[in-house]
């Protein structure tokens, strides 16, 4: 078990722990957030202005992807003027500030995106990572719990929980979360199972 917990700590200084954005493609992004309905509160679906916030967080998007962090936090600025409640906007916002290790203003960040979208998963997952970054192990649980409540059948919350239980000491609990993450087909969940579990 203290092997784990040095393995853990070394990749959390490392920055092995990455946040999620909910960038799967430029298209794909424009086709899902169109279709969202305008009461919710993630949501862009409007004249004008809504199209322009759209066009600033794909420009993001495309900045993020670029590792252009700084210019991507730019453009989600912009979009988040235009629609202050644009959760989405504020994740990855907050996924470009914790790649730049700006910590503090990632997890504001995601607190807004969960507070105007409580099923933003992502968020959820992304606050759960950079809590666990900064040191606060029990409220990464509570959010990785979230996130595993919101899509249970994500590998890698599991496994993201079984590294967090393992660092507060709970093998049983780790290696249970290990081998649901490896019975969903996350790699890193059976390697942590075939190494650390019985």
């Not at 959760?87 to 790649?99: D, F, I």
């Amino acid at each position: 078990m203290q092997q784990l917990k040095i393995i853990v700590v070394l990749m959390i200084m490392a920055g092995l722990y990455s946040c999620s954005d909910e960038t799967s493609g430029t298209h794909e992004i424009v086709d899902s957030t169109i279709k969202k309905l305008p009461g919710n509160t993630n949501s862009i679906a409007g004249g004008a202005d809504t199209l322009e916030a759209l066009n600033f967080y794909n420009n993001g998007n495309i900045k993020k992807k670029a590792k252009d962090f700084k210019g991507a936090i730019l453009d989600y600025d912009k979009a988040i003027e235009i629609n202050s409640k644009y959760s989405s906007a504020y994740n990855n916002r907050g996924s470009a500030k914790g790649s730049l290790s700006d910590f503090k203003n990632a997890l504001a960040d995601f607190n807004k995106a969960v507070e105007y979208d409580t099923s933003n998963v992502d968020a959820v997952f992304n606050r759960a990572l950079v809590k666990a970054k900064m040191n606060d192990v029990k409220g990464s649980i509570k959010d990785f719990n979230r996130a595993i409540q919101l899509n249970p059948s994500n590998g890698d919350y599991y496994t993201k929980r079984g590294i967090a239980r393992s660092l507060l000491g709970d093998q049983k609990g780790s290696c249970l979360d290990f081998s649901k993450g490896a019975e969903l087909g996350n790699a890193e969940s059976a390697g942590y199972k075939k190494k650390f579990c019985k």
